[in-house]
């Protein structure tokens, strides 16, 4: 059983920047794996940030970017608000029609 | 607007089964491909299954973890999306998305979730 990797939790002060990662287990991270990120914060429905690596969904501000670093997805935000604090989780395609969430990182913004 | 709206949820007994619905507007339902995610209390996101459009026969997958319990479907005609859960276990309880593809086909690169409801939680307890 493939084992998506996330930070459980991160912080960043306003204004800065913070990267969040999304690791295999079993290996590397590819731009092959499309990774997509979602963003929830408690008691809402999740929301689309990025797709196909880098790729904002509808309405997601500049400020939120997907990439790949290293053997990782990555996501990275600059010039982070207050309204970032969320749980982040990114998602990877399997390759066999199924997919896998990773853990999710906590990010406080303080 | 896309809108997608879960039902079903509520108290379950151990052994039992629970059936969700999704019923979406919006869009063409038929036309794309969805599917079901999970949140157990305090816990991340857990993928759980998908059906693809009816173009596509809706061809079906499970994560490893419910196969064989859970099963996806949909009544285009409806609107309506569908997850059965058997011998339902106090590990499942959770809330309930359902979400929409961006396609009709389940492909690797555009296999992310473009809508999502609002969730209909599952509690099992005797």
């Known amino acids: 059983q493939t084992v998506v990797t996330q930070e459980p939790s991160l912080s960043v002060s306003p204004g800065g920047t913070i990267t969040l990662t999304c690791g295999l287990s079993s290996g590397s991270v590819s731009a092959s794996d499309y990774p997509s990120w979602y963003h929830q914060t408690p008691g809402q429905a999740p929301r689309t940030l990025i797709y196909?690596?880098?790729i904002r969904s509808s309405g997601v501000p500049d400020r939120f970017s997907g990439s790949i670093l290293g053997n990782k997805a990555a996501l990275t935000i600059t010039g982070a608000q207050t309204d970032d604090e969320s749980d982040y989780y990114c998602m990877i395609y399997m390759g066999d029609g199924t997919s896998v969430f990773g853990g999710g990182t906590k990010l406080t913004v303080l | 607007e896309v809108h997608l709206l879960e039902s079903g949820g509520g108290l379950a007994q151990p052994g039992g089964s629970v059936r969700l619905s999704c019923v979406a507007s919006g869009f063409t339902f038929g036309d794309y491909t969805m599917t079901w995610v999970r949140q157990a209390p305090g816990k991340g996101l857990e993928w759980l299954s998908v059906i693809s459009g009816s173009a596509t026969g809706g061809v079906t997958y499970y994560a490893g973890s419910v196969k064989g319990r859970f099963t996806i479907s949909r009544d285009n005609s409806r609107d309506t999306l569908y997850l059965q859960i058997n011998s339902l276990r106090a590990e499942d309880t959770a809330v309930y998305f359902c979400?929409?593809?961006?396609?009709?086909?389940?492909?690797?690169?555009?296999?992310?979730?473009?809508?999502w409801g609002q969730g209909t939680p599952v509690i099992v307890s005797s």
């Open positions: 196909n690596t880098n």
């Open positions: 979400a929409k593809f961006p396609s009709p086909r389940i492909v690797r690169h555009l296999f992310y979730f473009d809508s």
